[in-house]
C-alpha cells in the first residue's frame, strides 16, 4: 500500500473511532508517519547446554550414553522504531 493510502486508512479509521464514541468532529494534531522508520538489529549470545548421543564399543559390546555439550547461541531480532 502506498504511503498516501496508508495515511487515508488512518483517517478513516480515526473518524469511525470518534463517530463510535459520540463525537462528530476529530481533529489531527500530528500527522507524522513512519516513513522516518528506522531498522534496529538487535544480537543476543548466550550459552546453553544440550547433550549429545556419545555411542562407545568395546569387546563385550556397545553402549550408549547422553554427553552434555555446552553450545554458544546466537539470537537475533529485527524491531521497527520510529525515529522522532
Known amino acids: ?3 498516501a493510502g ?3 486508512c488512518a483517517l478513516m479509521r480515526a473518524a469511525r473511532l470518534a463517530l463510535e464514541s459520540g463525537g462528530d468532529w476529530l481533529e489531527i494534531i500530528n500527522a507524522d508517519t513512519d516513513i522516518g522508520a528506522k531498522r534496529r538489529y538487535n544480537t543476543e ?8 548421543v556419545q555411542r562407545s564399543c568395546g569387546i563385550s559390546g556397545c553402549s550408549n550414553r547422553l554427553v ?17
Open 1 to 3: 500500500m502506498l504511503l
Open 6 to 8: 496508508v495515511q487515508d
Open 45 to 52: 549470545y548466550g550459552y546453553d547446554t544440550q547433550y549429545v
Open 68 to 84: 552434555p555439550v555446552t553450545v554458544h547461541t546466537e539470537y537475533k531480532t529485527v524491531d521497527m522504531r520510529t525515529i522522532f
